[in-house]
């Protein structure tokens, strides 16, 4: 099993920063990619960003230019640095692990970011 802890979020006014980490523990010799997720009130969960284990990352393209996710130095934490944010990024962000296999997806327990106008 692999456990996330999240930690960031908040509130910010439009156009503000905010970053997000997401530190795993236990088995994480499972994972391949860790990132993060969004969902807003009343839509579907949808992917921010991945990282993957060779370092390749994919951006949904609403966020492109304007966040940017990073491993830490123990490749086993992630950040998502959000900058230039909009009224619409306001969602419960989570962070993700998964590995090969199908079962081998995780969930953080989500954080909160609103942006207000």
């Known amino acids: 099993q692999v456990q996330l802890v999240e930690s960031g979020g908040g509130w910010v006014q439009a156009g503000g920063s905010l970053s997000l980490a997401c530190a795993a523990s236990g088995s994480t010799f499972r994972i391949s990619t860790m990132g993060w997720y969004r969902q807003a009130l009343g839509r579907e969960r949808e992917l921010v960003a991945r990282l993957s284990r060779d370092g390749t990352t994919n951006y949904a393209d609403s966020v492109k230019g304007r966040f940017t996710l990073s491993r830490g130095n123990g490749k086993n934490t992630v950040y998502l640095q959000m900058s230039s944010l909009k009224v619409e990024d306001t969602a419960v962000y989570y962070c993700?692990?998964?590995?090969?296999?199908?079962?081998?997806?995780?969930w953080g327990q989500g954080t909160q970011v609103t942006v207000s106008s």
């Open positions: 993700n692990a998964a590995g090969i296999l199908q079962s081998d997806i995780y």
